[in-house]
C-alpha cells in the first residue's frame, strides 16, 4: 500500500536513480505491509589509516614505495644472499633505524586519531524509543532513528529536523566546526511535524524520508518527506539545506531539537568532506630526486670502473692466484659472467653509503619540527579571534621562500569583510549621511545633502526592499556567537552585507524586527508595524548573483523584491530605467565600494498562482532540483522595475596598490574558454604578455572556476613559476587547491579556505613575514640541509673507492663495519639537524624589511646545478685530501716510537677521524646564528665520536668474530705524528672554505662602507617611500568596474 500510495503520488515523474528512503523512526508507514530494514553504515567515524593488525605489512608497505628505502632494502638483500665485504649489519641498522623512526612518528600520529575517533564514537546520546529516551553510545545510531539533541551540544550524525521547543519549528545553529563561521543559521522543521515536541508524541510520527544519497556538498540537500495519518493519504513536502542538521554543528539558543538520521558514521557530509587533498610536492623534494639519480649514476659508475678494473689486474696470473690465496675448486668452476655480476654487487654494497637515506628522516624531522615555529610566531597572533597561524601540512614549508606570483582575493583578504553602509541612490538621486526619522529621506544630519529626492513613494518602498530582501535573523537581548549588535537587536546573518544593509535602512527609519509564524515584521519612519507574509525565498547563488523574496502585503498585494550584482539585475529590468542608476553604481564601484541594485514589481494573483505550482513541483523534484529552480527562478525574475542601488564599504586590511590591468570575469572567460584555434590561442598569449609587465593584476566579478583556470594557467608558464593563492571564503578554495601554496585567511565568511589551505593566518598582512622571514629562513635551511647530506656522504665514500686501487679490488673495505653504521645515524646526524632549525644567517628584520633579499633565493636558486657542483667538487677535494694526506703519512716507515708500524684498520680510523672532524667543522664555519642547541650537539658528536672509539676498541666483544679494532684508536692517538697530520688534514682540508668566508666578509664590509657614505649623501634628498611586495599579485574584486 505505501509503494501505491508513494507510485501514485510520483505519478509522471522520471525514474530516480542515485536516492535512499528512510523510515522515520525505523516504523513501517503502514501495518498490513511487512517491514524490511534497510542497511546502511553504522555511526563510526573512522580517521585513523591503521589497526592493530594491519599497521606492520600496511606501513611497511608505504615506507617502501619511497625509492630510497627499497634501494636499501635490495642492498641489504644482497648482503645477505651474496659474500659482499661488509656486514649486512652496516645497511641493515640504518635502513632499520629510518624505518623504525618513521613508523613510531606514524603510528602515534595514527594512534591520536584512534583517540579522537573514540572520543566522538563513545560519546553519550539520546535516541527515541517505544516513546521513552534511551541512552546509548554515538556509534550506536542508526539511520531512521529519532535522535534528540539539547543546547550546546553538537549533532552526532547527519539529522532531518522534526522538531524543536519553539513554536515555529525553527532552531540555531553554528557550523564553525565544519565551515569556520561562527554566525548562527537558522533551520526549519516541516510545518506538519513542528507540534511532535515530545518523546509521546514524536513517536508516533509515520512518515518516510527520500533523499540524495551521500554527498560532501555541505550546502546541498534534496530530499522529500511523506508524512502518514490514519487514511495512509501522504503528505509530501520539500526538504533542503535549510531542514537539515550537519553533524558536527552545535546546536544554539534553543533548548533541544528532535531530529531523524538520515547519513551516519562516514557517509555524513562531514566525514565526506575530510577526505585527503591531493599531494603537493615541492621544488626541493624535486630537487632531492635529481640529485639522487645524479648519485645513483656516480655509485653505478664507481662499481663498474672498479668490476672492470680488478678484471683487468687480475689479467695476470699472480694477480689472480697468488700463492697466499689460493682458490678453490669452486671458485675455479664458476661462471665469469656470474662472478662478474657478484663483484658488480660488491661494490655496489660497498659504495652504498653514497645514497644518503637518513636524509628522508632527517627532512621528515625538520619540516615537522620545523613547522612549530610559525604556529608560535606571536607576531601571528590576533587578539580579536584569539588566534595564531596554523600549519596543516609542514611539508611545503620551504616552498614559501620560492613563491614567484600571488594571487589574492580582496573581500575578506585584502579587506576585512566588515561592511558598512555608505550611500544609496534611488531613481538616480544620491542619498548618504545619516537622517532624522521625521521626514522620509528629505533631512539630512550631515554633510551631504539629497540631490533632487527621489518620490517619498519610491524612497519608502526601496527602504522595504531593503528590509525585506534578505535572509537576515533578529534574536532580542540574547549574546549570539558571530551577531552584530543594534539597540537592543541582534542581527544574525552569514552574509555580513546584508547585515550592513538592514543597518542602513534602520538609520533611515524602517527597522527590520524579524519574523514571526512565517510574517517578516517592520518598523516604518512612522512607528507603525508592518507585516508581510514571506511566500518564497529565491535564495542567493553564485551563478544568478541575486536573491529574491516574494511578499504578501496585509492588503493582500504580492511583491517579489530582488537585489543582486549590475550584471545581474540591469539585464531584468526596463531600459529606461538603467541609466541614471548605472552612473552611481559605476562611479561606487571605482570608489572601492561593494554595490548591489535594488528592483521590485507587482504578482498578480492568477501569475502567483501558476509560479508557486512551479516552484513546489521544482522544490518537490529529487532529480536536478537545482537546474529546475533555477530555471523557475530565472522566469520569475523578469520584466522588474529598478528602484536603486546601494553601496558597503568593507574596510581594507592594507592600503590598495595601483593596479597595471584591470579585466572582469565575462572577458576572461573569452580568453581562458577559447576554441584551439591559433587566432583564440593568440589572445591567450596576448593576455599573458601583458600581465607579465604589470605589478599587480585585478581580476573583477569571477566565478571559483576563473580563479583556479588563472592560476593553472600562469602555473603552466615557461620555466614552472611556484605559485601562491590567498583566500578567505569557500569561492576561493579551487585556486587555493590549484596553487603550489594555498593560504586560507580565518576571516568572517567561514573557513572552508583555512580548512582547505596549507597554511592559515589571521590577516593578510601576516603574509608578509610569513614568506620574507619564514619562507626564506625554511628554504635557506633546508636546501643546505639536502647539500651537506650529499655532500658529507661523498666525502665518506669518495676515500673508499681511492682504497680499492691500493688492494687490488679486492672490496676490501677501508672503515670498520661500527664506523660505517654510525656514521649517519649518530656521528653527524644532530649537528646538522640543528642547523636547518635554527640558523638565521640573515636577521628577521632585515629580512622582512628587504625584500631583495627573497628574490636572491627565488628561482630554487641554492638548489641549482652550480651550487650542486660546488658542494660536489668541494666533497671530492676534501675526500682526496683525507686519504691521500693519511697515505703519505704511512709513507713513513714507522710511526710508533717503538719501532711498530700501523695496519690497514689504524689506516682506515684517521681517514674516518679526519673525516667526521672535518665536516662537523664545516658546519659550524657555515653557523651563522649560534644557540646553546648548536654548540651542545656540534661539540657533543665530536666528545662522543672519541668516547665511542675509546669504547668500542677498548673491550673483547664476544659476538665479534674478529677483535680487529680492539685497542686501534687509543694506540693511534699515542703518536704526536697522528696529531698533527690529523690536526693538518683538517686545516688543509677547510682552508677552501675558511678563505672564501675571509674575502666575502672583506667585501661585504667594503659594500658597507660604501652604502653608507651613498645614505650620508643621499640624506638630504632622500623621502619616505613604501614598495609593493616584490611578487605579482593577482587580486579578485567581487564589485569593481
Known amino acids: 500500500m ?230 495512509l493519504e ?118 652504498n653509503f653514497i645514497i644518503p637515506v637518513s636524509m628522508y628522516v632527517t627532512v621528515e624531522m625538520q619540516k615537522f619540527l620545523g613547522s612549530f615555529f610559525i604556529s608560535w610566531d606571536k607576531d601571528f597572533y590576533d587578539e580579536e579571534i584569539n588566534e595564531g597561524a596554523l600549519v596543516n601540512t609542514s611539508d611545503l614549508n620551504e616552498e614559501l621562500g620560492q613563491v614567484d606570483y600571488v594571487f589574492t582575493d580582496k573581500t575578506g583578504t585584502l579587506t576585512e569583510n566588515s561592511m558598512e553602509f555608505i550611500e544609496c541612490c534611488i531613481d538616480g538621486h544620491k542619498y548618504k549621511g545619516v537622517t532624522q526619522e521625521v521626514d522620509g529621506l528629505s533631512q539630512t544630519d550631515g554633510p551631504l545633502t539629497c540631490f533632487d529626492k527621489a518620490d517619498k513613494n519610491r524612497e519608502e518602498l526601496f527602504l522595504r526592499a531593503l528590509c525585506l530582501c534578505h535572509t537576515v535573523e533578529i534574536k532580542t537581548n540574547d549574546a549570539v556567537d558571530g551577531a552584530t549588535e543594534s539597540a537592543e537587536l541582534t542581527y544574525i546573518s552569514s552574509s555580513p552585507d546584508e547585515i ?73 529590468v526596463q531600459n529606461h530605467e538603467i541609466e541614471l542608476t548605472k552612473v552611481h553604481v559605476e562611479r561606487n564601484a571605482m570608489d572601492g565600494y561593494r554595490t548591489l541594485c535594488v528592483a521590485f514589481k507587482e504578482i498578480a494573483p492568477d501569475d502567483y498562482e501558476r509560479i508557486n505550482r512551479q516552484l513546489i513541483e521544482a522544490k518537490m523534484a529529487l532529480q536536478d532540483r537545482e537546474e529546475k529552480m533555477e530555471k523557475v ?25 595601483e593596479y597595471g590591468l584591470i579585466i572582469d570575469g565575462s572577458t576572461l572567460s573569452l580568453i581562458l574558454n577559447s576554441s584551439q584555434d591559433s587566432s583564440s590561442n593568440n589572445y591567450k598569449n596576448i593576455f599573458l604578455q601583458i600581465c607579465m609587465k604589470c605589478t599587480a593584476v585585478l581580476c573583477c566579478r569571477m566565478a571559483p572556476l ?130 636547518s632549525l635554527l640558523e638565521q644567517h640573515i636577521n628577521i628584520d632585515t629580512l622582512t624589511s628587504d625584500p631583495r633579499l627573497y628574490m636572491k633565493i627565488s628561482g630554487n636558486a641554492m638548489l641549482q646545478l652550480g651550487p650542486f657542483l660546488y658542494w660536489t667538487f668541494l666533497a671530492a677535494f676534501e675526500g682526496t685530501v683525507f686519504f691521500f694526506g693519511t697515505y703519505f703519512l704511512f709513507q713513513t716507515a714507522s710511526l710508533e716510537e717503538n719501532g711498530k708500524v700501523y695496519g690497514n684498520w689504524t689506516f682506515g680510523t684517521i681517514v674516518f677521524t679526519v673525516l667526521v672532524f672535518t665536516v662537523t667543522l664545516k658546519l659550524a664555519l657555515d653557523t651563522r646564528f649560534w644557540t646553546w642547541i648548536n654548540h651542545f650537539v656540534i661539540w657533543g658528536s665530536l666528545a662522543f665520536y672519541v668516547f665511542f672509539s675509546f669504547f668500542w676498541g677498548g673491550i673483547i666483544w664476544p659476538f665479534l668474530k674478529q677483535q680487529r679494532m680492539y685497542f686501534v684508536f687509543a694506540q693511534m692517538l699515542s703518536s704526536v705524528s697522528t696529531w698533527l697530520a690529523i690536526i693538518l688534514l683538517i686545516f688543509i682540508s677547510l682552508f677552501p672554505e675558511i678563505l672564501l668566508i675571509v674575502l666575502k666578509n672583506v667585501r661585504r664590509r667594503s659594500a658597507r662602507r660604501n652604502l653608507s657614505c651613498r645614505r650620508a649623501s643621499d640624506s638630504l634628498s632622500a623621502r619616505p617611500s613604501v614598495r609593493p611586495l616584490l611578487l605579482r599579485t593577482f587580486s579578485d574584486e567581487s564589485n569593481v568596474l
Request: one cysteine or more; proline letters at 3%; glycine letters at 6%.
Open 706 to 835: 576563473q580563479k583556479a583556470q588563472i592560476v593553472r594557467m600562469v602555473k603552466n608558464l615557461k620555466g614552472s613559476p611556484i605559485t601562491l593563492s590567498i583566500g578567505d571564503g569557500a569561492n576561493d578554495v579551487s585556486m587555493i587547491l590549484e596553487s603550489h601554496v594555498g593560504i586560507g585567511i580565518k576571516g568572517k565568511e567561514g573557513r572552508q579556505a583555512a580548512r582547505n589551505s596549507d597554511y592559515s593566518v589571521p590577516k593578510f598582512k601576516h603574509l608578509k613575514k610569513l614568506l620574507l622571514a619564514h619562507g626564506h629562513l625554511y628554504y635557506v635551511r633546508i636546501a643546505h640541509l639536502v647539500q651537506y647530506f650529499f655532500y658529507k656522504n661523498l666525502c665518506f665514500i669518495l676515500p673508499q673507492f681511492l682504497y680499492q686501487f691500493f688492494c687490488g679490488f679486492s672490496q676490501q673495505p677501508l672503515y670498520d663495519a661500527a664506523y660505517l653504521t654510525m656514521y649517519n645515524i649518530c656521528f653527524t646526524s644532530l649537528p646538522i639537524l640543528a642547523y
Open 234 to 351: 501522504a503528505v509530501a513536502r520539500s526538504l533542503g539545506p535549510e531542514n537539515l542538521l550537519l553533524k558536527g554543528a552545535t546546536l544554539k539558543n534553543t533548548e533541544k531539537i528532535y531530529g531523524v538520521a538520515v547519513y551516519t558514521g562516514m557517509e555524513t557530509k562531514m566525514a565526506l568532506n575530510y577526505q585527503g587533498k591531493s599531494q603537493k610536492r615541492s621544488a626541493v623534494e624535486k630537487s632531492i630526486n635529481a640529485f639522487l639519480i645524479v648519485y645513483l649514476f656516480i655509485l653505478l659508475t664507481k662499481a663498474a670502473v672498479c668490476t672492470t678494473l680488478k678484471y683487468v689486474w687480475q689479467s695476470t696470473p699472480y694477480n689472480d692466484e697468488p700463492w697466499y690465496n689460493q682458490k678453490t675448486q669452486k671458485e675455479r668452476e664458476t661462471l665469469k659472467v656470474l662472478k662478474m655480476f657478484t663483484d658488480f654487487l660488491s661494490f655496489m654494497v660497498l659504495f
Open 633 to 657: 527562478f530565472d522566469d520569475i525574475e523578469t520584466n522588474m522595475n529598478l528602484i536603486g542601488a546601494t553601496a558597503v564599504e568593507d574596510k581594507a586590511w592594507t592600503e590598495h596598490q
Open 2 to 231: 505505501f509503494r501505491r500510495s508513494l507510485n501514485r503520488f510520483c505519478a509522471g515523474e522520471e525514474k530516480r536513480v542515485g536516492t535512499r528512503t528512510v523510515f522515520v523512526g525505523n516504523h513501517p508507514v503502514s501495518e498490513t505491509e511487512a517491514y524490511v530494514a534497510q542497511r546502511f553504515c553504522d555511526n563510526r567515524i573512522v580517521s585513523s589509516k591503521y589497526t592493530l593488525w594491519n599497521f606492520l605489512p600496511k606501513n611497511l608497505f608505504e615506507q617502501f614505495r619511497r625509492i630510497a628505502n627499497f634501494y636499501f632494502l635490495i642492498i641489504f638483500l644482497v648482503q645477505v644472499t651474496v659474500d659482499t665485504p661488509t656486514s649486512p649489519v652496516t645497511s641493515g641498522l640504518p635502513l632499520f633505524f629510518v624505518i623504525t623512526v618513521t613508523a613510531i612518528k606514524q603510528g602515534y600520529e595514527d594512534w591520536l586519531r584512534h583517540r579522537a575517533d573514540n572520543e566522538v564514537n563513545k560519546s553519550t546520546v539520546y535516541i527515541i524509543e517505544n516513546a521513552k529516551r534511551v541512552r546509548k553510545e554515538s556509534e550506536k545510531i542508526k539511520v531512521g532513528d529519532v535522535v534528540e539533541v539539547q543546547a550546546d551540544e553538537t549533532f552526532p550524525c547527519d539529522l532531518i529536523l522534526l522538531s524543536s521547543c519553539t513554536t515555529d519549528g525553527t532552531c540555531y545553529v553554528t557550523t564553525a566546526s565544519l565551515d569556520g563561521e561562527s554566525n548562527c543559521k537558522t533551520h526549519y522543521a516541516v510545518r506538519d511535524t513542528i507540534a511532535l515536541c515530545t518523546a509521546e508524541s514524536i513517536d508516533t510520527l509515520r512518515a518516510a524520508i527520500e533523499c540524495e544519497q551521500p554527498q560532501p556538498d555541505l550546502y546541498k540537500f534534496v530530499g522529500r518527506i511523506n508524512i502518514y495519518s490514519n487514511s
Open 500 to 572: 550592513a544593509l538592514v543597518k542602513g535602512a534602520k538609520k533611515y527609519g524602517f527597522t527590520f524586527l524579524g519574523n514571526r509564524n512565517g510574517h517578516m515584521r517592520v518598523e516604518n519612519q512612522r512607528k507603525e508595524v508592518e507585516e508581510y507574509e514571506l511566500l518564497h525565498t529565491l535564495n542567493f547563488d553564485a551563478v544568478r548573483r541575486r536573491m529574491s523574496v516574494i511578499v504578501k502585503t496585509q492588503e493582500g498585494d504580492i511583491l517579489l523584491f530582488c537585489k543582486g550584482a549590475d550584471s545581474a539585475v540591469f539585464p531584468r
